[in-house]
């Protein structure tokens, strides 16, 4: 087997590296720790360890394999250097199973055995030399507890730097893994690492362009107006971005010469305007303006009021009012009081003994009845229509004396145009109950208090 492996001495300093191993050599294993057989490899082959899944099972093989199909999980031990620092692998460090090494052999921190490291260091202090010491003189050199560091796996990439176009994400490493010890290298290469991040386009937020120059007056003399402007357009927004905020638009006055000195004239009088009231006296207005001519800026305005007035006489207004005595009880118990004192507006009946509403309007009534000494006596204002139907109880009353004395009742009611208002009395009283004397003991009186209509 010594025949295939193939040792390299590289120059002085160089490494005795043994490129044939010893691998551990067992199959369908339960634990690889268990594994005792061994084997040596050919030149260019490396140790291997495989998990193989039967059932629920997960069994190990470990041997050798070639080159070309070397994976991760490779472990083996160096047949000439004996295993000494760390597990060799296919993989480009030296840690890459480091897991897997938990069943190497007791450290070996021991020299080559081919070469005599006290005259080596005597004549060319290679103990200064830490990263070939360890490999060659290790013992030594003191090297035995020396770890290089070694860079652990790199964090998640950051969220982008910024939320649209173009920033940075970064990710990071830290050379934990393990860190250098005991004089130990540095992890070599940047321990950050960036690299572009592209977004959507950012939202264009709108700007003004600059002011245009004020134009020229709008008028020649007198006063006028000047304007400037401007646009959203430096840049236009664009993308969801803001509009511009504020007026694109300013005004100023300009006062110019007097165009001449025209002084105001009063237009013709515009129509009379209605009568301030319906019915009766009222105030009626016209006005004028100061547009025959519209005086210049620096002309005089017209004297005089731009007002006028007058009064009106409209239609006349309604007057209603009734005041009737005496005593007739109709055969239906409604008193048609046969005296008329008053009965302006003509709206009370002494036939029937009903009032009817000429005009829509708020109504006061009052009535009042006498009686004998020892009697009682009933009786309503009561409005409805003409046939007495569709009845409001308005008033009631109920009189009772030991002497002669009187009972009355008063109310205001508001009453459509025809609707009608009576006296009802509780029942066919006669003169024996009824004090009659003079007519004016009984009485029914009312009045138009507002028109509405
Ligand atoms: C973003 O990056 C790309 C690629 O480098 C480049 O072509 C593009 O112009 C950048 N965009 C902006 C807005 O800077
Ligand atoms: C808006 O435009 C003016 C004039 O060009 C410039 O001075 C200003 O910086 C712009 N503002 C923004 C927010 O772009
Ligand atoms: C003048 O009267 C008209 C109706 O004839 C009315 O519209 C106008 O408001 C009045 N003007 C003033 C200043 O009172
Ligand atoms: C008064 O009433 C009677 C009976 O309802 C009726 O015949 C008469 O026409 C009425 N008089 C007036 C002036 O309405």
Redesign the pocket.
């Known amino acids: 087997m010594y025949l295939h492996c193939v040792l390299i001495l590289l120059a002085l300093f160089g490494i005795h590296v043994s490129e044939c191993l010893q691998c551990f050599n067992c199959q369908n294993i339960n634990d690889p720790k268990s594994c005792t057989g061994q084997v040596e490899c050919l030149n260019n082959q490396y140790c291997f360890l495989q998990t193989v899944h039967s059932g629920n099972e997960v069994l190990y093989n470990m041997g050798c394999q070639n080159n070309q199909l070397c994976s991760s999980f490779v472990i083996g031990r160096s047949v000439q250097t004996r295993q000494q620092n760390r597990c060799h692998e296919c993989c480009s460090t030296d840690y890459c199973n480091d897991q897997l090494c938990a069943h190497r052999e007791a450290l070996a921190c021991l020299n080559d055995p081919n070469v005599d490291c006290a005259r080596l260091n005597t004549l060319l202090d290679v103990c200064s030399d830490a990263s070939n010491a360890k490999k060659i003189c290790p013992q030594f050199c003191g090297l035995c507890s020396l770890v290089d560091g070694n860079w652990a796996e790199w964090s998640q990439w950051s969220t982008c730097s910024v939320t649209c176009e173009n920033g940075t994400t970064t990710r990071s490493r830290t050379c934990t893994n393990p860190p250098p010890s005991n004089g130990g290298l540095n992890c070599g290469g940047p321990a950050v690492d960036s690299q572009l991040c592209t977004n959507q386009l950012c939202p264009v937020h709108g700007n003004w362009s600059g002011w245009s120059t004020w134009s020229t007056c709008t008028e020649t003399c007198d006063i006028g107006i000047k304007t400037r402007m401007r646009t959203c357009n430096n840049p236009k927004p664009d993308r969801f971005g803001d509009n511009c905020f504020g007026d694109a638009t300013q005004f100023i006055l300009c006062l110019n010469d007097p165009c001449s000195y025209r002084n105001g004239g009063w237009s013709s009088w515009?129509?009379w305007?209605s009568c301030s009231v319906t019915c009766g006296m009222g105030m009626r207005?016209?006005?004028?303006?100061c547009t025959n001519p519209i005086p210049s800026a620096y002309g005089k305005a017209c004297v005089g009021d731009?007002?006028d007035f007058a009064f009106c006489v409209n239609t006349p207004c309604t007057f209603v009012s009734f005041n009737v005595h005496g005593f007739n009880l109709l055969i239906n118990n409604v008193n048609a009081f046969p005296v008329t004192v008053s009965n302006v507006g003509n709206a009370y009946n002494t036939s029937d003994g009903h009032f009817t509403a000429p005009v829509t309007g708020v109504y006061y009534f009052a009535s009042q009845f006498c009686v004998y000494s020892s009697n009682t006596i009933i009786f309503y204002i009561e409005k409805g229509n003409a046939a007495m139907r569709s009845k409001t109880r308005l008033t009631s009353t109920r009189g009772y004396d030991g002497s002669t004395g009187c009972t009355s009742v008063s109310t205001t009611v508001k009453l459509n145009t025809n609707e009608h208002v009576w006296v009802l009395m509780g029942s066919q009283y006669d003169s024996a109950s009824v004090f009659q004397g003079p007519t004016d003991w009984n009485i029914f009186t009312g009045t138009l208090i507002q028109q509405l209509d």
Do not use: A, E, K, Y
């Open positions: 515009n129509p305007l207005i016209r006005n004028r303006t731009f007002n």
